[in-house]
């Protein structure tokens, strides 16, 4: 059974860093990209971060370019983000999520809350 | 502002068909695939169609994707109580620094 569980989340003040994990199983980790979504509270879906099997190529939404990091390592199974410079709009619930093969985001995890509040 | 455009609410009764819509452009729904996700207030969302009318495994029949040009729409039949959700279109987008465009949602409202 496919598995993504976050971890990391937390309370943090304004300018401060948090870096996020998420640990995958039930699947090959190395043979599947990766992505971040958030969703902060009561608003929709904002994809945030993609890396590509072997985390050579990575994306980024404009909202977290230059101050968000992904990362991965699959000898862990495990996709990170880490996350500086965070402002009160980056408070949200974080999300990893799998691409498959034509399919875009098809398995998610519960998701981690960030809060970032003075 | 989402890049993908949805109603923000929809409604049906039991037994009654709806659908929802999703517009985009040519670089995003126009050239890929569009995919649809379900969500439960206070869980994950799921993916419920992919490659524009594809369902994974375990997505009930009663759910079907269709696109046309820079649209998509997903439509419900058989309308019952626990598909109460919101309902999420998304699909790759080729512009520079974009990768993936999310529509707004639509909450449905089963009466």
């Known amino acids: 059974e496919v598995q993504l569980v976050e971890s990391g989340g937390g309370w943090v003040q304004p300018g401060g860093s948090l870096r996020l994990s998420c640990a995958a199983s039930g699947f090959t980790f190395s043979s599947y990209e990766m992505n971040w979504v958030r969703q902060a509270p009561g608003k929709g879906l904002e994809w945030i971060s993609y890396s590509s099997t072997s985390g050579t190529t990575k994306y980024y939404g404009d909202s977290v370019r230059g101050r968000f990091t992904i990362s991965r390592d699959n000898a862990k199974n495990s996709l990170y983000l880490q996350m500086n410079s965070l402002r009160a709009e980056d408070t949200a619930v974080y999300y990893c999520?799998?691409?498959?093969?034509?399919?875009?985001?098809?398995?998610w995890g519960q998701g981690t809350l960030v809060t970032v509040s003075s | 502002q989402s890049v993908l455009t949805q109603p923000p609410s929809a409604s049906g009764t039991p037994g009654q068909r709806v659908t929802i819509s999703c517009s985009g452009g040519?670089?995003?729904?126009?050239?890929?695939?569009v995919n649809w996700y379900k969500q439960v207030p206070g869980t994950a969302p799921r993916l419920l169609i992919h490659t524009n009318n594809q369902r994974p495994s375990g997505v009930p029949d009663r759910f079907s994707g269709s696109k046309s040009g820079t649209s998509a729409s997903l439509a419900i039949s058989g309308l019952q109580s626990e598909d109460e959700a919101d309902y999420y279109c998304a699909a790759w987008d080729d512009r520079l620094n974009v990768y993936v465009a999310f529509g707004g949602g639509t909450k449905l409202t089963v009466l």
């Open positions: 040519s670089s995003n729904i126009g050239s890929n695939t």
């Open positions: 999520a799998r691409n498959a093969p034509f399919e875009l985001f098809d398995h």
